[in-house]
């Protein structure tokens, strides 16, 4: 079974941008959750989509927002860039997501803004 | 205070050894919990998951859950140069794991 795709692998942004992330699930799989990770903050949540539907956000400002799609691939955008957003961003996959369920995550996508 | 507390290390053990990772976490209603481990410059992969008070063993990796305490720690027995990574405990909670900061561990042969 094919893992959790993200891409792109890299990207270099400027500041003001925007920039859109993309990440397929495992197949079956239909939550997909999203986090940033940095050196200083580690792991963060940033949401969690299931069945096309946000059911969780965490504490990130309205310029993250994401989708899902009806095949349960997801995106997540990004606007204004700013230099705090230079992270690595993954992409998880789970059956349910109901938090019972281990999460599998993708390779990331690593951005870096300039 | 923090939802997942870990010790960020780093953690030195030598080869052969046994590596004791522990986690406290703040949310009593966490019934799962999840331990990943990442090497540098990769994801994180699901290494165990407990459910139950008590031990839970899978090979040379021992998860142990005290809820009470709300405390659950990784054993790593007969450590290996390849367990250098760091560690990350998450509770499962509804639709969402919140990780602690991780613990780097480093295996010294």
């Known amino acids: 079974k094919a893992g959790v795709t993200q891409t792109p692998r890299y990207l270099i942004k400027t500041r003001g941008q925007q920039v859109t992330l993309s990440c397929s699930p495992i197949?079956?799989?239909?939550?997909v959750s999203w986090y940033q990770q940095t050196p200083g903050q580690g792991l963060q949540f940033l949401f969690e989509?299931?069945?096309?539907?946000?059911?969780n956000k965490g504490n990130f400002p309205g310029r993250f927002s994401g989708r899902q799609f009806s095949n349960s691939r997801s995106e997540m955008n990004v606007s204004t860039l700013e230099l705090g957003d230079s992270a690595l961003y993954l992409c998880a996959s789970s059956p349910e997501g109901t938090g019972y369920s281990p999460l599998h995550f993708g390779n990331g996508t690593r951005l870096t803004v300039t | 205070q923090k939802e997942v507390e870990q010790n960020s290390g780093p953690l030195s053990v030598p080869e052969g050894a046994i590596a004791s990772l522990n986690c406290t976490y703040s949310?009593?209603?966490?019934?799962?919990f999840f331990w990943y481990r990442q090497y540098s410059g990769k994801s994180p992969e699901l290494i165990m998951f407990i459910y139950s008070n008590g031990d839970k063993e899978d090979g040379r990796f021992t998860a142990q859950l005290n809820k009470a305490s709300q405390y659950v720690s990784l054993l790593i027995r007969d450590s290996q140069p390849s367990d250098s990574a760091t560690y990350l405990c998450?509770?499962?909670?509804?639709?969402?794991?919140?990780f602690g900061q991780g613990t780097r561990l480093t295996i010294n042969p």
């Open positions: 998450a509770p499962g909670g509804a639709q969402k794991l919140v």
């Open positions: 197949s079956g799989h239909r939550s």
């Open positions: 949310d009593r209603g966490s019934q799962s």
């Open positions: 989509y299931f069945s096309e539907t946000q059911r």
